[in-house]
Structures are given as structure tokens and as C-alpha cells.
């Protein structure tokens, strides 16, 4: 079983795509060996089980219902869920350097402040940055930290055609 919490991110979103090179690069791996975190896009099956498992409120928060759009990066924990700005400072602390020192201060700023401004980041983040049409390239820990769709049986050849899939006897777990 691993229940490493799972990045849910826009697969389709360069900012997204840096922000995951960033964590994967800079994960402390102080719980795991592995890696702290495990990545999945929202657009991936994985990605779609896990958002409808969120209660309707986080859900509203991380899908533009109207259009169908992804508006927010979430974490799924095995017990909680964290979306938006909460969820920035979730992975910070996970991250080795000056960046688990800024997201430690975050918790500082009241939220109200802090999702305000991930709100205005959020909504303009492809207008700033750009559509992606692919995410990070496989490399040797490809399968220790993306969660790919066949792990929950779903199918798929994994986030991108060629790559491994994730280890035998993973799962995601998320109340």
C-alpha cells in the first residue's frame, strides 16, 4: 500500500508542468525514500477518481463545472484533501531549501489573502505561461512517483505513451 499523498496537477499548464519539475527535483523524501509526494495529472484517470472523491465544496474549487476547465492544483492525502493555496503550502513543506522556508511562513498569511492571490495566479496562469501539450519526460523514477492509471485499474499505457507503470501492489487511497 502507498499512501503517499497524490499532486493532482493540469497536465495541460506549463506553470503546472514547472511546478512538478520543481517538486520532483527538490522533494526531501524525509518520509519515503521515494519521495514525500506521488504526481498525477487532473486530465488522467487516476486524476479524475480522485477529484470525485472531494467533498463538493473542494470540487467547485478545483473544476470550473461549467466548462469543464481545471482551476486549482490539489493534494489527496489518505484522510484529507487540500486545494488551491493550501495546497501550494502542503507540497512546500515537502520541498527541500528556501521554498519549505517560504511555504512555513505562508502559514503565516491569512488565507483569505492567500487563496485571493492564488485565485488571480490561477485564473491567468495559461493566459502568463502557456498551454503544455506533454508533461515531464520518463526518467528512472517515472514509476516511483507518477501514479499511472493502470494502478487503479484503469487502463492506459501511463501518463505518456511508453512510459512504465507504476509498481504492482501501489494503490491510491483517498476518503
Not at 470525485?52 to 469543464?68: S, V
Not at 521554498?99 to 511562513?105: D, E, F, Q, T
Not at 526518467?139 to 509498481?167: E, T
Amino acid at each position: 500500500l502507498d499512501d503517499r499523498p497524490v499532486v493532482l496537477f493540469d497536465g495541460e499548464c506549463n506553470l503546472c508542468n514547472a511546478g512538478v519539475n520543481l517538486l520532483l527535483d527538490l522533494d526531501r523524501c524525509s518520509t519515503d525514500a521515494r519521495g514525500n509526494l506521488r504526481v498525477a495529472a487532473l486530465q488522467s484517470g487516476v486524476g479524475r477518481l480522485l477529484l470525485a472523491r472531494l467533498p463538493p465544496r473542494q470540487l467547485a474549487r478545483a473544476r470550473n463545472e461549467a466548462t469543464g476547465e481545471y482551476s486549482s492544483i490539489v493534494v489527496a492525502g489518505g484522510e484529507r484533501a487540500w486545494v488551491g493555496a493550501a495546497a501550494v503550502l502542503k507540497i512546500g513543506r515537502q520541498l527541500r531549501g528556501p521554498l519549505r522556508i517560504l511555504a512555513l511562513l505562508g502559514t503565516l498569511v491569512p488565507r483569505f489573502l492567500l487563496d485571493a492571490a492564488y485565485g488571480v495566479l490561477s485564473r491567468r496562469r495559461k493566459a502568463w505561461f502557456g498551454d503544455a501539450d506533454q508533461c515531464r519526460l520518463w526518467d528512472d523514477n517515472w514509476d516511483l512517483r507518477f501514479v499511472d492509471d493502470a494502478v487503479v485499474g484503469l487502463g492506459g499505457a501511463g501518463p505518456v505513451a511508453g512510459a512504465p507503470p507504476a509498481a504492482v501492489g501501489d494503490s491510491v487511497l483517498v476518503a
